[in-house]
């Protein structure tokens, strides 16, 4: 549970998490089947689920995070993101084709080829605003569906100036070989902050970005190292060292990324504010959460293999003996086969989520803390948001797979 403690007058809440592995995996493994047997139309109602779930398994040791969302809204709004989304590509399209672009033939020539592969080029680029848009309104949604202590999260609109500002960022963080990285992350962490409520009370974004540039030197640790080894193994006698070394450095710079994630996280987190006086703290073990992440990934990749491996066999002992028993056989061992591969996908699909994603939420939950916790009394209720689409254009784009 959250502890309570106090310091003089002033009141600190220290964040607890209290899901486990094994039913938030039935949860899953039930959800990702049923999904697969409605041809994924289930997958609304899994996601609300999974999250219902999580947002539970948070309290302030009185009181949990709920979850409000529904299935039926969030397919309603995948629904309407669709047909938006067909006509607004489809002008897309048709705009191309008006200059001789176009994605739905097959090139013969070698100009052909290349037209193809900029209208493919064009398109992707018409999309990625779409990409930022999305992630905005399905922030904005799941604030909307969540309530602490009775009282409803809330942001303001503004997914169009999320996209253009993000559009904007990335195209530096480009151009600088992730020098202004940390600018980025800094500027639409305020962004979508500053437009961020819980009850009638506003969070606020301190800080500075240059204070996040010391957390990239792992990231750039390893593109040197990678760089290193690569250059090794093609310009001198050492292949294998050369190759060794920039395996070494991709690994490396993968720690780097959740190494900055991480210390950007707490930095972040401390210097936000909430109506003013409430104040949060963040103490992340970096070094636990990156174990805590390769451990995951290493445990959901053995499965993986053991499952899979285990499936092909099975799969050959099955439909070998079929074959000489008749049609009749062949079509009940096909039977078998597929019920097994949709079996082991729905428990594959469910291993990251309870080997990675809940034990980082565990971590993360129970490192911060909110200062000056006595005025939360004071924040009264919000009216109602409708959550923009409901997540739709992010379903669209499969962009909503996450927590």
């Known amino acids: 549970m959250i502890s309570r403690l106090q310091t003089g007058a002033r009141e600190t809440l220290q964040g607890h998490y209290a899901g486990q592995r094994k039913p938030l995996f039935e949860i899953a493994v039930l959800t990702a089947l049923l999904t697969t047997l409605t041809l994924g139309i289930y997958r609304f109602w899994a996601k609300t689920r999974v999250r219902r779930y999580v947002w539970s398994s948070i309290n302030d040791g009185r009181d949990s995070f709920e979850y409000t969302g529904t299935g039926l809204e ?10 938006i989304l067909a006509i607004y590509l489809g002008v897309v399209q048709m705009g191309l084709y008006y200059f001789g672009l176009t994605l ?22 018409a999309v990625l605003p779409l990409v930022f848009f999305a992630k905005y309104r399905a922030r904005r949604y799941k604030m909307a569906r969540t309530r602490w202590r009775g009282i409803r999260f809330g942001a303001e609109k503004g997914a169009w100036g999320y996209a253009a500002r993000a559009m904007f960022h990335w195209l530096l963080s480009v151009l600088s070989l992730g020098l202004l990285l940390p600018w980025q992350t800094f500027r639409l962490e305020r962004y979508v902050t500053d437009r961020s409520w819980y009850g009638d009370a506003p969070f606020q974004q ?9 957390m990239m030197a792992q990231i750039y640790m390893g593109l040197l190292i990678m760089v290193g080894g690569g250059t090794m193994a093609a310009l001198t006698s050492l292949p294998e060292e050369g190759a060794m070394m920039a395996g070494l450095g991709f690994f490396w710079f993968i720690a780097g990324v959740v190494l900055y994630r991480v210390k950007a996280f707490c930095y972040l987190t401390t210097h ?35 499952v899979y491996g285990a499936l092909g066999a099975g799969v050959f002992l099955v439909v070998m003996p079929a074959v000489t028993m008749g049609q009749g056989a062949v079509f009940i061992a096909g039977i078998l086969v597929i019920a097994a591969y949709l079996l082991a996908t729905a428990i594959i699909s469910s291993l990251a989520l309870v080997w990675i994603v809940q034990p980082i939420i565990h971590q993360v939950v129970e490192a911060i803390s909110v200062e000056n916790a006595d005025e939360l009394q004071f924040i009264e209720q919000r009216s109602h948001d409708d959550g923009a689409d409901a997540e739709g ?9 996450a927590v």
């Open 74 to 83: 969030k397919l309603l709004g995948f629904l309407a993101a669709m047909v």
């Open 393 to 401: 254009f992010a379903d669209a784009l499969d962009l909503a797979a």
């Open 206 to 214: 301190g800080g500075k970005w240059t204070a996040l540039l010391p």
């Open 272 to 306: 936000k504010t909430l109506d003013g006086n409430i104040h949060f703290d963040a103490e992340v073990d970096t070094a636990s959460l990156v174990a805590t992440v390769f451990l995951g990934a290493l445990v959901v990749a053995v499965i993986t293999a053991v």
């Open 104 to 125: 739905f033939i097959e090139p013969q020539t070698e100009k052909q080829a290349m037209m193809q592969a900029a209208a493919m080029g064009i398109t992707a680029l």
